[in-house]
């Protein structure tokens, strides 16, 4: 399957999940999701989901939406027009927190010169 078309499906499931999240869980844990990023492996079998969350206990989040997958993958079923839907695996985003620290070492480092 070409890049281009993965990357559309990704962008789709990264919407869709988004939505489904806000709109059909009941959990409140999992409203106060935002995805950030889908990759999906070229045969469509596994999707990683990557996410962002405001709450403290990240563990507790990851787990909470690994639990989920199975209600989250039938929703984007119903959702999506794709002949397999992938297997979720949902993974926290460290991006934000790395940045973070990389900031406060510029800073650091600004402030002795």
């Known amino acids: 399957m070409s890049s281009l078309k993965l990357k559309r499906i990704a962008s789709s499931i990264s919407r869709e999940i988004s939505a489904i999240l806000n709109e059909e869980a009941r959990n409140e844990i999992l409203k106060m999701v935002s995805i950030t990023d889908v990759t999906v ?46 297997e979720l695996k949902f993974v926290y985003d460290k991006s934000l927190d790395y940045g973070e620290r990389i900031e406060s070492i510029i800073d650091k480092i600004n402030e002795g010169e």
């Open 41 to 86: 492996d070229s045969d469509l079998t596994f999707a990683k989901v990557y996410f962002m969350t405001r709450l403290e206990d990240t563990e507790l989040v990851e787990n909470e939406l690994n639990k989920a997958a199975g209600f989250i993958r039938t929703e984007l079923a119903h959702r999506l027009d794709l002949r397999s839907t992938p």
